[in-house]
């Protein structure tokens, strides 16, 4: 497994001890106490903290201006729902089986992937932070080919005891964990070994000052600025870029397809990829739109201060 080296104080290594006992006894729990667990937490974020409540309400209102405010608060306190089921599911994904999380987390279209594996290709698979996606990293099991590199990217935390905890629920199901420092190395190493990679890439986040690669319309936003790293590596490495689609027709359980954008990524427009997901995730949101990570400032950086900076440094 890729990951980052961890050198741990005695102390640090008390901490993780002690976090890991407590969560995975926690996920021994069935789901349906754990969702109990969900209810109470909504209690507290919600009504009582009222978490980033301000942000998910600026974010709902600017997104759906056609909505009215009855409509926006019903999506808001979807969402705070989903929110707490989101964290007692992740805590669930320390211990849950292969075969219950193959019953829980459907894959439509899988043989998409498996072609593009059998022919040599590696695949870019687009997502967001939509459904539960820590989940997603379930995929193995529902692919049929054996000779290639399954792995997602991901964000090395600043707390090494917070980031070991979650590589080890995100690792259970079978791929790679690379931080994204270390991406462009470890697909030329499996390309040159000749085992086409399978990458899944969260690409709504939002890009520091540097990484923004464009400006695209994004859920009544103008002017939201995108990261283009995966279509960058995608037309390098001639990678198929496949979204994945996911829905959650009931409590517990998630639907995803796997939609092919591109299997051609170099004859493709400069930022067409991108877009394309862009387009893809909004329509996904419009459908069940209080599963998406509302509370995530994903409009922070703006056009006029990236434009600012530009003119003051000459680069970024």
């Known amino acids: ?150 792995s997602q990217v991901y964000h090395v935390l600043e707390n090494p005891v917070m980031d070991r905890l979650l590589l080890y629920a995100r690792h259970r199901m079978g791929p790679d964990n690379v931080a994204m420092m270390d991406v462009l190395r470890y697909l030329t190493k499996n390309q040159k070994a000749g085992r086409p990679v399978v990458m899944g890439f969260i690409a709504d986040q939002v890009p520091f000052w540097n990484n923004i690669g464009g400006w695209l319309t994004f859920l009544n936003h103008p002017q939201t600025p995108v990261l283009t790293g995966a279509e960058r590596l995608a037309r390098r490495l001639d990678m198929a870029c496949v979204y994945i689609d996911i829905r959650r027709p009931k409590r517990g359980y998630y639907e995803a397809e796997f939609q092919l954008m591109t299997d051609r990524p170099k004859e493709a427009p400069t930022l067409s990829i991108t877009e394309d997901y862009f387009q893809r995730l909004e329509q996904s949101i419009h459908r069940q739109p209080h599963l998406w990570l509302w509370t995530h400032n994903r409009w922070k950086r703006t056009r006029q201060e990236y434009d600012r900076r530009l003119r003051e440094d000459g680069h970024l």
């Open 1 to 150: 497994m890729a990951r980052a080296t961890y050198t741990f104080t005695p102390w640090q290594h008390i901490v993780y001890g002690i976090l890991f006992g407590t969560v995975y006894a926690l996920s021994l729990l069935p789901l349906w106490m754990l969702y109990a667990l969900s209810t109470l937490l909504y209690g507290l974020i919600y009504h009582m903290v009222g978490y980033r409540k301000h942000l998910v309400r600026e974010h709902l209102r600017d997104s759906f201006p056609k909505k009215d405010d009855a409509e926006r608060r019903a999506i808001e306190r979807a969402f705070y729902r989903w929110f707490c089921d989101y964290i007692v599911e992740t805590i669930k994904l320390f211990s849950i089986s292969k075969k219950q999380m193959r019953r829980r987390m459907v894959f439509k279209g899988a043989d998409i992937v498996d072609q593009c594996i059998r022919r040599g290709q590696g695949v870019a698979l687009y997502l967001g932070h939509y459904c539960n996606w820590e989940w997603i990293s379930s995929i193995p099991l529902w692919l049929n080919s054996t000779n290639y590199a399954g």
